[in-house]
């Protein structure tokens, strides 16, 4: 904890061995994910950890802000730690992967609800979990290295995390289902057109913009919003002014996604279509290599969560992740895609059709 008012406190819990480093200067808690080794993937451990903090920050009055970012030189965060879940299953612990989930949701609900502001450092690779990490914040800031994804179908799971709700507030039409079924991956001014991030910078700012975050004592309103303004002024000179449109992309986007109530519906769109009829033949292609099964649970995900509250949201993430933990597309896209790395899946079924056939009993 935190003693005495006014004077400029830096403190760090454990050692620097530690998966997660709390940083405590001034009226900044700075949530350090320092696993930089596995692109700061989250495992239980961390999970809890940041967990920790965040109950601290809630409760410390001499906490105004909390920061994350990331060590190393590859990214902020690449999500929950695919592998460790694998082994879990595999070795039959299937709830103690749910325990894991369900102990990620609650921080990611607790990012959401703080009564204070949150700013992430989102420089480098920001993916699945990290993005989880992102959505309850405030302020995001991305840079030219940023890349940002949620690929779970390449896997047979699903975008988790909450993104089948939030993305629905946060991206143009069309692209909560687009980013949920493909994977596709946006880098740079991109994350903020469409909706990941509230802002760009570039990345050699970084450090200044940390520092100044870090040991600058504002006056702070004591809503959360107000004060997350203020933050937004601080920083102001550092974020890029213009944000690249890209118009046609998002009709076409809108066109082919948007309220979509099957997949099949989708590909045959894409089958079908005479705008950008090479992309339509890219993203074709890629919905062929993700598992069917894994199509379906998202796009069934994302018409039940648009509009819900992120406490329904997360709950039906966990219902989802149930099902398909069990399900065996889930261990075999981890085989094909991160251990063997062969890129040749076995889905069970293996067409989307098949897969729509069994959709009632997709319990979510």
């Not at 609800?113 to 990290?130: C, E, F, H, N, S």
């Not at 002014?241 to 118009?247: A, D, G, N, T, V």
Request: aromatic fraction near 6%; include cysteine; charge should be negative.
């Amino acid at each position: 904890m935190i003693q005495g008012a006014g004077c400029r406190i830096h403190e760090e819990n454990g050692p620097l061995s530690q998966p997660v480093l709390i940083r405590r200067n001034n009226q900044t808690l700075s949530i350090v994910l320092n696993r930089p080794g596995a692109v700061n993937s989250l495992d239980r451990k961390m999970v809890q950890l940041i967990r920790e903090a965040l109950d601290e920050a809630e409760k410390n009055p001499l906490v105004k802000r909390v920061l994350f970012y990331g060590e190393g030189e590859k990214g902020f965060c690449a999500g929950g730690d695919v592998k460790m879940m694998a082994r879990l299953v595999g070795r039959g612990k299937t709830e103690e992967c749910l325990d894991f989930l369900r102990e990620e949701y609650q921080v990611d609900l607790t990012v959401h609800r703080l009564p204070k502001p949150v700013v992430v450092l989102a420089d480098g690779i920001t993916m699945g979990g990290g993005l989880g990490l992102c959505a309850g914040a405030d302020i995001v800031l991305s840079t030219e290295r940023t890349r940002s994804a949620m690929p779970e179908t390449r896997i047979g799971f699903f975008p988790d995390v909450g993104a089948t709700g939030w993305m629905f507030r946060k991206c143009p039409p069309g692209y909560p289902e687009y980013l949920g079924l493909t994977g596709y991956e946006m880098v740079g001014t991109e994350c903020v057109r469409v909706g990941l991030t509230t802002h760009s910078v570039s990345s050699k700012d970084i450090p200044l913009i940390r520092t100044l975050l870090e040991e600058s004592q504002p006056n702070v309103s004591p809503e959360r919003a107000e004060a997350a303004e203020a933050i937004t002024r601080l920083i102001e000179p550092f974020l890029q002014k213009e944000i690249p449109s890209r118009r046609a992309m998002d009709d076409w986007v809108e066109d082919y996604f948007a309220g979509k109530a099957t997949v099949t519906s989708v590909v045959e769109g894409l089958r079908e279509c005479s705008v950008f009829t090479d992309l339509c033949g890219d993203v074709f292609h890629e919905l062929s290599e993700r598992s069917p099964t894994a199509l379906v649970m998202t796009l069934k995900l994302l018409r039940r969560n648009e509009g819900r509250t992120m406490e329904d949201v997360f709950l039906n993430d966990l219902h989802a992740a149930r099902f398909i933990l069990s399900h065996p597309d889930f261990l075999e896209g981890v085989r094909a895609r991160l251990l063997d790395k062969d890129d040749k899946p076995r889905w069970q079924p293996e067409t989307i059709e098949m897969a729509e056939q069994l959709a009632p009993l997709l319990k979510t």
